[in-house]
């Protein structure tokens, strides 16, 4: 039985306890930067990008073609409108041509399931300011309203969470580059906010309610400070109050005074990769086409990622303590081009061997080895103590492969992850430094294709 103080104390913890202890977040960048990044980011390390909207009907130049066009007036981009396109012809009227009749969002998310990736993040407004949802806070410039005549955002959400542990996101434009309150707060040296204080922050509250995504990755911020955007405040609601409080994370760019300093990870720039290990955790926003984040129909197989280029560039952000995010960029018909869904099953078959020295791994004291520079190193804790994991981007020419960085004992273990044969011999170079004895493998039984993990148990750490 329980006692009278046991029943009142119960009654005191469930309606007193969650008020004390739960913690609120001011509206300014150190609160807001004290809030613990949810685990399940850093240990997720890949994620796939979806650059998709009304530039998908052009697929020329890049996702930024209506500003090549009409912004800076590119020779290119008009060239290119004068010779296929009626001179009445305006951007608005590629939107009739988003049709996404083949969009199967079943089918992506199993692309993306096959990838290994743990997240997703699709573009629901880039620069253009065309909705992929229906908002009410921009009228007939929508997917639903016009183009494909449905929530590509909220579809895409429904069949991930319904047939994969993936984590859902949203990529948001902050601004629109023809946006006449945009514009118009501009002109006014931005001392005015009425396009942020009626199109910016409605869709985000809007995104976030709607979808609850775990993921808002924020853009177009550069032009200004991030008190124009008003973004901690929204930060502030999005961290304490909204309904993906405790699993949300968001990059850091909120104003061109915030990136690299605050935010819950830190893209910098894109493709941004630091060349040693920062104080933060960062992300490695890439794209497969190397010139564009979204559809290019005259892209040549030479602009794409070789899975080497690749591998090797994966490796060596998770090694640095990095993200990576893998853009790819669907067609205006619905369609992951061929290509892109090869790439992206060819990261999932190398994660399916590999995915040990990926996952929820750690950077070791190296990163980088110091007498091998095509070996990659990543660390991961267990019952035992630490292992490392050496990652080769090219396979030993001959039968031994020599590392500077670990120091071995009699204890040690190496093993190549995915190799079903017995531990490997080796032979300790002194204080540190190994050389790992690769016995015959025949092909078959070689465990992938790149990237080849050797597991280096009870160093002498």
């Not at 025949?442 to 050797?454: A, E, L, S, V, Y």
Request: charged fraction near 20%; hydrophobic fraction near 35%; proline fraction near 5%.
């Amino acid at each position: 039985m329980y006692s009278s103080w046991s029943v009142v104390f119960s009654l005191l913890g469930s309606l007193c306890l969650p008020t004390v202890l739960a913690v609120r977040y001011d509206p300014n960048w150190a609160s807001l930067d004290s809030r613990p990044l949810p685990a399940w980011y850093d240990d997720s390390k890949i994620g796939i990008f979806l650059h998709w909207g009304v530039f998908s009907v052009p697929s020329y130049q890049s996702e930024w073609f209506w500003w090549s066009w009409q912004g800076s007036k590119s020779q290119a981009a008009v060239d290119f409108m004068t010779k296929n396109y009626k001179p009445d012809f305006t951007y608005a009227d590629f939107a009739a041509d988003f049709t996404a009749e083949f969009y199967d969002p079943s089918r992506w998310a199993d692309i993306f399931k096959a990838s290994g990736a743990k997240y997703v993040v699709l573009t629901s407004k880039h620069h253009e300011g065309f909705t992929n949802w229906p908002s009410k806070y921009s009228w007939n410039w929508n997917a639903m309203d016009v183009g494909p005549n449905r929530d590509l955002v909220g579809d895409l959400a429904n069949a991930i969470r319904s047939k994969t542990d993936i984590h859902f996101g949203v990529y948001h434009s902050l601004f629109e580059w023809f946006n006449p309150l945009y514009l118009q707060d501009v002109k006014n040296n931005y001392t005015t906010q009425d396009f942020v204080a009626t199109k910016t922050l409605p869709e985000l509250y809007e995104l976030v309610n709607t979808y609850k995504p775990d993921v808002v990755w924020s853009d177009g911020d550069w032009m200004v400070d991030d008190t124009y955007w008003n973004a901690t405040h929204f930060l502030a609601w999005l961290y304490n109050d909204s309904p993906v409080k405790d699993t949300v994370v968001v990059n850091d760019r909120w104003g061109k005074n915030i990136r690299c300093h605050h935010g819950g990870f830190w893209n910098c720039d894109d493709r941004f990769v630091p060349g040693k290990l920062v104080n933060h955790k960062w992300e490695n926003s890439m794209t497969l086409d190397k010139y564009s984040w979204g559809f290019r129909r005259d892209a040549q197989l030479s602009d794409i990622y070789s899975m080497d280029e690749f591998i090797a560039l994966l490796v060596r952000t998770i090694s640095l303590g990095g993200n990576l995010l893998v853009n790819v960029g669907p067609t205006k018909y619905g369609v992951i081009s061929p290509i892109y869904e090869e790439r992206l099953t060819q990261m999932g078959r190398w994660l399916q061997v590999n995915g040990e020295a990926i996952y929820g791994t750690r950077p070791w004291k190296y990163q980088n080895d110091t007498a091998n520079s095509d070996v990659w190193y990543t660390s991961k804790k267990d019952n035992n103590g630490t292992v490392v994991y050496a990652i080769a981007l090219k396979w030993p020419t001959g039968s031994t492969l020599k590392l500077g960085a670990p120091s071995v004992t009699p204890q040690t273990r190496i093993s190549l992850v995915g190799y079903s044969g017995s531990p490997f011999s080796f032979t300790s170079l002194g204080s540190q430094g190994v050389s790992i004895t690769i016995p015959p493998i025949p092909f078959n039984k070689i465990p992938c294709q790149w990237g080849w993990t050797f597991k280096l148990e009870n160093l002498n750490q």
